[in-house]
């Protein structure tokens, strides 16, 4: 029998708001190590929001050293820039995790809430309230887009046995540009 000893990062993408949270994973056991948020609404360029996700991103994975990182993918919203933005967010992230060679695996928002909740169109109370029972902590007063990130990352332990058809797993940057032939520029 394997023992499993890993630690996984989830990361809820956001150019105001990013989540993060960690799991470690013991055995069969799964507990919380941090969770917090970014938050960027104090800084007035694009620009400068991508290079602290960039570089807070390289901190927590320098700090907590994680095996993986699962990251949740952009829906498809109404308007197109927050689309933009919030794609390079995301792809922020994923470099920051692929800089230190981290592999990352992306799941929809629906896959993330039917993992942890059973239901793809779970409100991200549930989420939340499903978090506490599974990691047996509080997760009261603590901002959705930090819960958010942690259910990226216990969406990725309950996925990582098989590979799911709504997730797409990167072993480095080469991987990614030739799975994303449109974002190498």
């Given at each position: ?25 013991q ?14 609404d ?90 506490e ?18 259910a ?34």
């Amino acid at each position: 029998m394997k023992t499993t000893d890993k630690v996984i990062l989830g990361i809820d993408p956001g150019t105001v708001i990013m989540g993060y949270g960690l799991i470690h994973i013991q055995g069969n056991k799964m507990s919380m190590l941090n969770m917090g948020v970014i938050k960027l609404d104090k800084m007035q360029d694009h620009p400068t929001r991508l290079k602290k996700i960039f570089e807070r991103t390289v901190e927590i994975i320098r700090e907590y050293h994680p095996d993986e990182m699962a990251i949740e993918a952009p829906f498809f919203g109404k308007n197109v820039q927050s689309m933009l933005k919030l794609g390079r967010a995301q792809g922020v992230a994923i470099a920051a995790a692929l800089s230190q060679n981290i592999p990352i695996v992306e799941y929809t928002p629906k896959k993330i809430k039917q993992s942890v909740t059973g239901n793809g169109n779970a409100s991200k109370e549930q989420v939340c309230g499903m978090l506490e029972n599974l990691l047996k902590t509080k997760l009261e007063g603590v901002p959705l887009d930090a819960t958010d990130g942690l259910a990226a990352a216990v969406c990725h332990h309950f996925n990582s046995s098989g590979v799911s058809s709504s997730s797409k797993s990167y072993a480095g940057w080469a991987s990614f540009l030739k799975e994303n032939p449109g974002r190498k520029g």
